[in-house]
């Protein structure tokens, strides 16, 4: 059975900073492409950053210069360090895995982000 469990997210002040993690069970995670996305209520769920097994990550522009996803294959276990958060990063953060040869694609269940004062 597949599981994303994420964690780490909660209530910070703008310009603060966040980690949030994705541990992942019952896939073998080098096949996986991981990402993670945002979701705000009456808006589409928009990718953040995603990294591939071999470590090339991708960002949104909105979040480049502030964000780094990182993955541990020790841990089966991707990271999003989010530093400066702004107000407009509140959101419900998900982690996804995307097999690279097939459609299979996984999702946790989400964690809240909310950057206020």
């Known amino acids: 059975q597949v599981q994303l469990v994420e964690s780490g997210g909660g209530l910070v002040e703008p310009g603060g900073s966040l980690r949030l993690s994705c541990a992942a069970s019952?896939?073998?995670?080098?096949?996986?492409?991981m990402a993670w996305y945002r979701q705000v209520p009456g808006k589409q769920r928009e990718l953040v950053a995603s990294?591939?097994?071999?470590?090339?990550?991708n960002y949104a522009d909105s979040v480049k210069g502030r964000f780094t996803i990182s993955g541990d294959s020790a841990k089966n276990t991707v990271y999003l360090q989010m530093n400066s958060l702004k107000p407009e990063d509140t959101a419900v953060y998900y982690c996804?895995?995307?097999?690279?040869?097939?459609?299979?694609?996984?999702w946790g269940q989400g964690t809240q982000v909310t950057v206020s004062s």
């Open positions: 996804n895995a995307a097999h690279r040869w097939s459609q299979d694609v996984y």
């Open positions: 990294i591939t097994s071999g470590g090339r990550a």
């Open positions: 019952g896939i073998m995670f080098s096949w996986y492409a």
